[in-house]
C-alpha cells in the first residue's frame, strides 16, 4: 500500500485549456475526485445543474463561483461549500499560480 499526496501535481497530463479531474474513490451513490483548475472557467452560456449533491473544497488558489441568481461567491484555500442537486452555478475565475486544487464529494 501506498500514500499519495493529494497537493502534489507530479506529473498529471495537463492539457493547456482543459482541467484536470482525477477519480479517488466511487461507487454508486458516491464519488469523489480532486480536479485541477489553471485558469479555466465555465464558458458564459453555461450553468453546472447537476443532478447530485456536491461538496467541493478548495485546498489550494483562489477561484469565485457565480450562481443563477446572481450571487457570487469567492473562495481561497480551505473555504468549502455544499451545491445541492440542481442550484445553478458556473466557475468565473480560477487563479493560474498557484493552480486551484479542489477536493470535491459528489452523493445522491
Not at 458516491?30 to 467541493?56: A, C, F, H
Not at 468565473?92 to 479542489?102: A, L
Request: proline share 6%; net charge negative.
Amino acid at each position: 500500500m501506498q500514500a499519495k499526496n493529494i497537493l502534489s501535481l507530479g506529473q498529471m497530463p495537463f492539457l493547456a485549456d482543459q482541467e484536470f479531474f482525477e477519480t479517488l474513490c466511487s461507487d454508486q451513490n458516491l464519488r469523489i475526485e480532486r480536479i485541477v483548475s489553471k485558469g479555466q472557467v465555465t464558458p458564459p452560456d453555461i450553468w453546472y445543474d447537476q443532478d447530485d449533491n456536491e461538496w467541493v473544497v478548495l485546498l489550494q488558489g483562489k477561484a469565485s463561483l457565480e450562481f443563477e441568481k446572481g450571487e457570487m461567491l469567492h473562495l481561497g484555500p480551505g473555504d468549502y461549500i455544499f451545491l445541492p442537486a440542481r442550484l445553478r452555478h458556473r466557475v468565473v475565475y480560477t487563479s493560474k499560480t498557484p493552480p486551484c486544487i479542489w477536493l470535491a464529494i459528489h452523493f445522491k
